[in-house]
């Protein structure tokens, strides 16, 4: 059975940079923003539980009407909590049938900014946190998105605490632009892995 790593972290942290990292290595990586969205416009249960919750016209001409979606979610914490118990549940059976999907592997990653928030944990073996000092972040986030400070700001404010992530995680990445990246993700997959051989029998 494959080991399944959970790959997680702030805005800007650089999340993806670890998973990209991974998926060089032969470790294939679901990335749980993108299939959400995926599900969100396919799965049946998603579209008949979000039209009884927000009403029918959160999918128009077949296709999910995202400002109504969001507008609904992000209008009270009760509402957020209604939409992601509806989209979680189904996301964890979709990385479930993707982990079986992938045969005889010896690892599998799930990346998700929201992985102990959702109750991803659950679905993995080992927590792998994603860190980078908070300014590092905000400038990342901004070039990124050119976004604002403030808006940046608003986001991580509304995430999780770093604090609390590193509390759960079982390995910590620095993520700084300062410290190399590359020993560290090589340090953890080689510790999970027990051995020296994990790049070729990864890709077998």
């Keep these: 059975m494959a080991i399944k790593i959970g790959i997680t972290g702030g805005i800007g942290s650089g999340k993806s940079i670890v998973s990209r990292l991974l998926e060089i290595m032969g470790i294939p990586v679901y990335i749980s923003d993108i299939e ?3 599900i969100t416009h396919t799965n049946d249960v998603i579209r008949r539980e979000l039209c009884a919750l927000v009403g ?7 296709k999910l009407n995202r400002p109504l979606l969001a507008s609904y979610t992000f209008g009270s914490p009760e509402h957020a909590k209604k939409v992601n ?3 979680h549940p ?3 059976e979709d990385f479930r049938r993707w982990v ?3 045969g005889d592997i010896a690892m599998v990653g ?11 944990k659950q679905e993995v073996d080992f927590v792998v946190m994603v860190y980078a000092p908070l300014e ?3 400038e990342r986030a901004i070039r990124r998105d050119h976004s604002s400070r403030e808006l940046i700001m608003k986001r991580i404010e509304a995430q999780m605490s ?18 190399p990246l590359i020993p560290q993700v090589l340090k953890f997959i080689s510790l999970l892995s027990k051995n020296n051989h994990y790049l070729c029998s990864a890709k077998k």
């Design 36 to 38: 959400a969205k995926r």
């Design 110 to 120: 799930m990346e998700s900014a929201i992985l102990l928030e959702a109750g991803f």
């Design 56 to 62: 029918q016209d959160v999918f128009l001409n077949g």
């Design 85 to 87: 118990a509806v989209i």
């Design 100 to 102: 079986k999907g992938k």
């Design 90 to 92: 189904q996301v964890k």
């Design 136 to 138: 590092v972040r905000v």
């Design 162 to 179: 770093d604090e609390v992530k590193r509390s759960h995680a079982d390995f910590v990445i620095v993520n700084d632009d300062e410290t």
